[in-house]
């Protein structure tokens, strides 16, 4: 009973889902019927565009309905969303409104579904619509920092001092990326790179500029400016122990026989280093460097004189050497390249035998390696030859194998003929192919006394070759051989049988000379070697105050290598300005000889520090010309020959106040021109920027002996304005004062160039003088330089009268700077004791006490002492 009840549930049950569910079919049937009735008449999505600043959006593609049909539109929104927009029907188009301006910062796009309504209030299909906020360049870039300061060493060149930072809040990259930094003012020497990161474009200097101030902006991607910011670059000073005030280079007069002053301005900036416990020691070296100069060095041989009597085998213009190739100057120099030779005229030297008494030989020759395969080949520097019918060698000095080789063969009447005896010596030594100059002595006493001298120094053979070098060859006397007398030969050998020279040198010789009966003492032999031109050790320093040696000053025996130590920098700045050099040779050899200075503090046995070697150059110049008389020729022409004197001399002056003519005739009125004013000038940084007058203090009188002023003379023919050292054109500048046409006006020319003024024309002392008060001398950057010496001199050609020198030296005051101290003394290996001075012969040692230097040592800056 109870299972048919359940059935019968079960079977109610069936029958009510399946009148459900044909309910439902029924239902959806009809609907669907009714929309098939209607139109779809909006699109499954739209796409708009807005702008920050507008509130129309522009809809892709356009909501096109019919208003018989459609009388709204409705935007259908999801829960939490905001949608600004409206929608409203018009003219059969859905318009598309934001009821605000948008802000693409805060929302870039919109999504949402609209649907069109029937008038009769249905809904049609729903559509999906897409915004997009179209972004304005309405913010400017902004850095992250207000403002930005660093420091950098002075003297450095960085990849990055630092870099700066701006950001924008426009939402597009075009308006809010950051693409470009400037830095406004262009005077500055940095460069910034569109990554914000700042360089220096050159080393910055303390002195010039101890900070830096630079504007800097940044854009965005479509070039819109940021606000400008402020960048600190501060410079640290980097202070580098050294000589400071040493000159680039240094002139100096051939000819003139006087000594000049190297370091006149030199000053040691310590960079406040001190010894933790005293006893600080500077070494300073000063070399004079003349290996490239003529033959080493210029030497002076007139004033030799020896007891014996040279004959000069290779004289200058002689008959037999005229075919010679050679340089012409002082010196001759010689060249000879293997197949050429002279034999020596026998009324020079008539067939003299060369074995049977002392000689010395004495030659200057350069001779280079040539590289021959062949090392049996000999070059013939002198040789002296059988005349006629056989080739035999008596005597012979010549090149082999890079070996200075000497034969002296004995004859048959000196003895034995089975007698072994030394004939030939042969010197390993590398002057011989080294392509320098080298001055040769060979002294023969006798066959078992031979010695070699090589610039003066006697050669002495070390332990290790004392029996090999030089390597001593026996041989036989030479055989009988009557009737056949010798001929001497210079850079070859005489070949009689082939009656030609063979054996030729190949290289230059400037000199061979031979001293017969005797030899040449080592006084000769040095005074032969002996450089003209050497450095001047500074005299000692005298103090009373103190009873220390702190102070010492060497010299080597060429005087090429001057050595100071001292224990204080005022001392060693004393006498670092107290070396000169001179060169006494009467026609010296024009060029550059190179000057290096090389300085190394040491605390005690602690530590030691060196210096950066400093190099400058002597430049020895060509003589003055002298200036010439008036012989009846119009001043025209006088001033057209002396534009060209002048213009080369301008450079030339003598280091002296007044000079006065000698060579005058006695019966005529001697006239001198004097030249007075102030000797020094200190000016501020601000004057020199502006520009100074330099000689506007000065007076010119023409002056007779015998009469007094001599109104008839009260003029001038030329004045020149030496300046030292020479304008650097970027910044210094000479100019004329007022009226460019000033001396236009008279008969006076005036070349303004980079080593100073020239004036040229025959015009009254007056008219020249208007023009050199009017020379004004500025100076951009005068933090460059301690003083500018300007050196005037005039000249009277009609009256017989040179010149007359004055010296002017400008002095810049710089404004006291604040000194960084150093905290330690940077370590280095210590030096051995004697290293500074060097292992040289020393010749003379100076001791003197420290202590303050008298008024006259200040001449040595013109008299104008520096302070630093």
């Known amino acids: 009973m109870i299972v048919q009840n359940q059935l019968g549930c079960i079977y109610l049950m069936v029958m009510l889902f399946s009148m459900l569910a044909a309910g439902v079919v029924t239902s959806s049937e009809n609907e669907d019927e009714y929309l098939t009735q209607k139109d779809i008449i909006l699109e499954k999505s739209y796409h708009g ?126 308006f809010g990326d950051v693409c470009k930094y400037e830095i406004l003012n262009n005077d500055e020497p940095f460069s910034i790179d569109n990554e914000g990161s700042i360089k220096n474009t050159e080393p910055l200097s303390h002195k010039a500029s101890h900070n830096h101030i630079l504007s800097v902006v940044a854009y965005d991607c479509a070039m819109k400016e940021s606000a400008a910011i402020m960048v600190s670059i501060k410079v640290r000073r980097v202070c ?119 000689f010395s030989i004495l030659t200057m020759f350069r001779h280079s390696s040539q590289g021959v395969a062949n090392k049996h080949v000999k070059e013939h520097i002198v040789c002296s030859a059988d005349d006629h019918k056989m080739n035999r060698h008596h005597m012979a000095l010549f090149v082999r194998n890079c070996r200075l080789i000497f034969l002296l063969r004995k004859n048959f009447n000196e003895g034995d003929l089975n007698i072994f005896s030394p004939a030939e010596w042969r010197w390993k030594i590398p002057e011989v192919c080294d392509n320098e100059w080298h001055h040769y002595v060979l002294n023969v006493e006798d066959t078992a006394k031979v010695s070699l001298f090589i610039d003066g120094v006697r050669f002495e053979n070390s332990i290790e070759d004392h029996h090999s070098n030089p390597e001593v060859i026996d041989d036989w006397p030479l055989h009988a051989a009557h009737g056949v007398n010798t001929s001497l030969a210079i850079g070859a050998c005489y070949q009689s049988l082939e009656n030609r020279l063979k054996h030729g040198f190949n290289g230059d010789i400037s000199e061979v000379k031979v001293a017969l009966n005797g030899i040449l003492t080592n006084e000769d032999i040095k005074c032969g070697t002996t450089c003209a031109e050497h450095l001047l050790s500074p005299k000692p320093i005298k103090n009373k105050n103190s009873d220390s040696l702190n102070v010492q000053i060497q010299a080597n025996i060429q005087m090429s290598e001057i050595y100071i130590e001292g224990q204080t920098k005022h001392d060693v700045e004393q006498l670092m300005r107290k070396i000169q050099y001179i060169n006494i040779k009467h026609n010296p050899t024009v ?54 004197s002048l213009e080369v001399n301008i450079k030339k002056f003598k280091p002296i106040l007044q000079l006065e003519t000698s060579d005058q005739d006695p019966q005529m009125d001697s006239t001198k021109i004097s030249i007075s004013g102030t000797s020094n000038m200190l000016v501020s940084y601000q004057e020199i920027k502006l520009g100074v007058h330099i000689l506007d203090k000065i ?170």
């Open 240 to 358: 580098e122990t050294k000589f400071l005030g040493m000159p680039e280079r240094i002139d100096y007069t051939s000819g003139s026989t006087e000594s000049v002053q190297l370091f006149p301005n030199a000053h040691l900036d310590l960079c406040d280093i001190s010894c933790k416990n005293g006893g600080l020691a500077i070494h300073a070296s000063i070399a004079l460097k003349t290996k490239h100069i003529s033959f080493g060095c210029d030497r002076d041989i007139t004033n030799c004189t020896s007891s014996q009597k040279m004959k000069d085998l290779l004289p200058h213009g002689a008959e037999w050497t005229k075919e010679l190739s050679y340089d012409e100057g002082s010196e001759p120099i010689f060249h000879f390249d293997g197949s050429t030779g002279v034999v020596v005229p026998n009324t020079v030297i008539d067939h003299y035998d060369f074995s049977t008494r002392a």
């Open 591 to 644: 060029g550059r000889r190179n000057i290096e200075v090389r300085t190394t503090l040491t605390c005690g046995n602690e530590s030691s520090l060196r210096l950066p070697p400093i190099e400058t150059y002597i430049m020895v110049n060509e003589p003055i010309a002298p200036l010439g008389i008036d012989n009846g020729v119009g001043s025209a022409s006088v001033n057209e020959n002396m534009n060209a």
């Open 699 to 868: 007076y010119i009188d023409s002056l007779s002996k015998n009469s007094g002023k001599d109104e008839r003379k009260n003029h001038l023919d030329s004045c020149s304005v030496v300046v030292f050292p020479s304008l650097n054109p970027d910044h210094e500048d000479i100019q004329i004062d007022g009226d460019e046409s000033l001396s236009s006006t008279m008969d006076i020319k005036t070349n303004i160039n980079k080593d100073g003024v020239e004036m040229i024309g025959k015009d009254t002392i007056q008219n020249y003088l208007n023009v050199l008060r009017s020379l004004v001398y500025s100076n951009k950057k005068p933090a460059y330089y301690l003083n500018r010496v300007f050196k005037l001199s005039c000249a009277q050609l009609s009256s017989q009268y040179k010149s007359a020198e004055y010296t002017l030296t400008l002095t810049v005051l710089h404004p006291k700077q604040t000194l960084f101290k150093s905290a330690n003394l940077p370590t280095s290996s210590a030096l051995s004791n004697g290293n500074a001075l060097g292992n040289t012969n020393t010749e003379t040692t100076y001791h003197q006490k420290s202590g303050s230097i008298s008024d006259n040592d200040n001449q040595a800056t013109g008299g104008c002492s520096l302070q630093t």
């Open 49 to 174: 565009l807005i702008r920050e600043n507008e509130t129309l959006v522009e809809i892709t593609p356009l909501i096109k309905v019919d208003e018989e049909k459609i009388c709204n539109f409705h935007i259908l929104k999801k829960p939490y969303h905001e949608i600004p927009f409206e929608i409203e029907l018009s003219n059969n188009l859905g318009i598309l409104k934001a009821r605000r301006t948008l802000n693409c910062e805060k929302r870039k796009s919109y999504h949402f579904e609209i649907v069109a309504i029937y008038c009769d209030g249905t809904p049609s299909n729903t559509a999906n619509v897409h915004i997009t906020v179209i972004d304005i360049n309405e913010y400017a870039p902004t850095f992250l920092e207000p403002s930005y300061v660093t420091e950098v060493d002075e003297g450095r060149l960085y990849n990055e001092i630092l870099r700066v930072e701006a950001s924008d809040k426009d939402c597009t990259p075009l």
